[in-house]
């Protein structure tokens, strides 16, 4: 088990460019196949339809529908690719905020009464189609994004290695010559004892408002803390994510077997590649992530192919 410089790494990522899809970020789970789900939609239309027609008319049964619409909308998950739910951003309202609001059910009568004025008569006249559910879960496609990068991390990782431990505590990581955890997906304090057994300092986290890395893999006494970043295209936050990823390597401890690694997938990657780089940007950014490289050499910037480079390299026994 002998790691190469991290320059080469980075070459090796330069050199096998990102695909322009990736089976680990495509999403085609299809949701109108579920009985259950669409007979809830069905069912929510229904009463929405009844309760603008009865919204002005002093009536026990209103509060009766109202309890119904309520309780659908909180009990089913899915129910959120609703036509009714979409339009709670034209409201600025999330239902995932929704749902941690102690006073949602005056809120859920106000949404109501502006879909009623602003929405279910159009929706009347165009007609009502359950694809119109399915559509908006594509669409949210990409809010799996996050959790789709961690998959994607342990599935390399399972590659390479035959039984690697999802570590529930200190021991775990420590009596095992293969375990991971996943600090920014609940293994957070795990991953500060690890810190502090460790001295492992993670100015990262402290220059960043608490920033909880994705992946920790030690590898008999190599420790690799790996932030990973699902990179498109640029603008905006995304750029903001790209310079979070750059930093990242900015940063080092006091141990040549502990390294940070930024691993970026996505045809973003690609323009770090380019014979001629034509964006000031990205020059800047390339010559940034060289520059971390070279002053911290345990460290690692790399993308998919650079980093199954790395796996296969921790793979073999010293």
């Not at 322009?20 to 669409?38: G, H, S, T």
């Not at 026990?60 to 309520?70: A, K, L």
């Not at 039984?163 to 600090?183: F, G, M, Q, R, T």
């Not at 973003?268 to 964006?279: C, D, L, P, Q």
Request: net charge neutral.
């Amino acid at each position: 088990m002998i790691l190469k410089d991290n320059i080469t790494y980075w070459k090796i990522s330069l050199n096998h460019l990102e695909p322009v899809q990736d089976n680990y970020y495509i999403f085609d789970d299809i949701i109108i196949d579920d009985e259950e789900l669409i007979r809830k939609v069905e069912r929510l239309r229904e009463l929405i339809i009844s309760y603008c027609v009865l919204i002005e008319k002093e009536t026990n049964v209103i509060n009766e529908i109202f309890d119904e619409i309520y309780d659908i909308i909180i009990s089913i998950e899915k129910i959120q690719y609703h036509e009714f739910i979409a339009f709670w951003k034209v409201l600025d309202i999330s239902y995932s905020v929704f749902k941690k609001l102690p006073n949602r059910k005056e809120l859920l009568k106000e949404i109501l009464l502006k879909y009623c004025q602003r929405r279910r008569k159009l929706y009347d006249k165009m007609g009502y189609s359950n694809i119109i559910v399915q559509a908006l879960y594509d669409f949210g496609a990409s809010r799996k994004k996050g959790s789709a990068s961690n998959y994607k991390l342990i599935d390399l990782i399972k590659q390479h290695f035959k039984i690697p431990v999802h570590a529930k505590s200190l021991s775990d990581l420590e009596n095992n010559d293969l375990s991971y955890c996943l600090p920014d997906r609940g293994d957070k304090t795990l991953f500060n004892k690890f810190c502090n057994k460790y001295n492992i300092k993670y100015e990262f986290g402290i220059q960043h408002q608490g920033k909880i890395l994705d992946l920790i893999l030690k590898v008999r006494d190599q420790v690799l803390l790996i932030e990973a970043k699902h990179m498109k295209e640029g603008g905006g936050a995304q750029d903001k994510q790209v310079v979070e990823l750059i930093d990242f390597i900015k940063y080092s401890e006091n141990s040549e077997k502990i390294h940070y690694v930024a691993f970026m997938d996505g045809v973003y990657f690609n323009r770090y590649a380019e014979k001629t780089i034509t964006s000031n940007k990205t020059r800047a950014q390339k010559e940034s992530i060289i520059n971390n490289l070279n002053i911290n050499k345990y460290n690692f910037f790399v993308n998919t192919a650079g980093l199954i480079s790395i796996l296969e390299d921790l793979a073999i026994p010293s």
